[in-house]
């Protein structure tokens, strides 16, 4: 069992546009992969998750990251035997698990997500709050599969990134943008420059233990 303080809570909102030093770039190469286990204890439409996970891979592949998608389905609630498939197997930082749930209990309804850190700041969970994604008033553009894919995108860039990732432009902004999100928006909720060559130089070196306290990041 995991020990948990909360260190950041973050809400989401939309209000200005962007600046553009996160402009859309495919690399010419692919310089790392990184597995996503992803949990739908939501019950979120195939079709949405699968516009979810084509903007969540694009993401990552402006950075040069290869992300594979893996679809863990949702959790059987009378089965208890301990889990053994390919989503179980987690290691910091190559393969990370969402759990994509209805709501969270005592989560602010303009709270999206939340990334779990240990002390070091890497972490291999977070969690996806697909109702109240669903349900802000600014979200009838672009489509929640687009959002849903963002905000994965978002804390799984927390897990790779670590403590005190937020950053004042581009897809790690504590606070989106109405504005960028209806007009251009793929070509700036992306990873900066900076940001891009950290995950690239993390996924590059042999992974270490993982340790066994978290601590979280709410966006």
């Given at each position: 069992?995991?020990?948990?303080?909360?260190?950041?809570?973050?809400?989401?909102?939309?209000?200005?546009?962007?600046?553009?030093s996160?402009a859309?770039?495919?690399?010419?190469?692919?310089?790392?992969?990184?597995?996503?286990?992803?949990?739908?204890?939501?019950?979120?439409?195939?079709d949405?998750?699968?516009?979810?996970?084509?903007?969540?891979?694009?993401?990552?592949?402006?950075s040069?990251?290869?992300?594979d998608?893996i679809?863990?389905?949702?959790?059987?609630?009378?089965?208890?035997?301990?889990?053994?498939?390919?989503?179980?197997?987690?290691?910091?930082?190559?393969?990370?698990?969402?759990?994509?749930?209805?709501?969270g209990?005592?989560?602010?309804?303009?709270?999206?997500?939340?990334a779990?850190?240990?002390?070091s700041?890497?972490?291999?969970?977070?969690?996806?709050y697909?109702?109240?994604?669903s349900?802000h008033?600014?979200?009838?553009?672009?489509?929640?599969g687009?959002?849903?894919?963002?905000?994965?995108?978002?804390?799984?860039?927390?897990?790779?990134?670590?403590?005190?990732s937020?950053?004042?432009?581009?897809?790690?902004?504590?606070?989106?943008?109405?504005?960028?999100?209806q007009?251009d928006?793929?070509h700036?909720?992306?990873?900066?420059a900076?940001?891009?060559a950290?995950?690239?130089?993390?996924?590059?070196?042999?992974?270490?233990?993982?340790?066994?306290s978290?601590?979280?990041?709410?966006?």
């Amino acid at each position: 069992m995991f020990a948990r303080s909360r260190v950041a809570s973050t809400a989401l909102f939309f209000v200005l546009l962007f600046g553009g030093s996160a402009a859309a770039r495919t690399p010419h190469t692919v310089f790392a992969r990184v597995r996503l286990s992803v949990f739908n204890d939501a019950a979120v439409p195939s079709d949405t998750l699968a516009i979810a996970a084509a903007r969540a891979t694009f993401v990552f592949a402006q950075s040069g990251i290869e992300l594979d998608w893996i679809d863990c389905g949702h959790p059987d609630p009378a089965d208890f035997s301990p889990p053994a498939t390919p989503c179980s197997a987690l290691a910091w930082p190559r393969q990370l698990s969402v759990r994509i749930l209805a709501r969270g209990r005592s989560i602010h309804a303009d709270i999206f997500g939340q990334a779990f850190l240990d002390e070091s700041g890497s972490g291999v969970y977070a969690n996806v709050y697909y109702n109240n994604l669903s349900a802000h008033r600014v979200h009838a553009q672009p489509c929640s599969g687009e959002m849903l894919g963002l905000v994965i995108a978002h804390e799984v860039g927390h897990l790779l990134l670590g403590t005190n990732s937020h950053s004042s432009s581009g897809l790690m902004q504590p606070i989106w943008y109405a504005s960028a999100l209806q007009t251009d928006f793929r070509h700036q909720l992306l990873f900066t420059a900076a940001e891009s060559a950290i995950l690239r130089a993390r996924l590059a070196v042999p992974p270490p233990l993982y340790a066994s306290s978290r601590r979280d990041l709410t966006m």
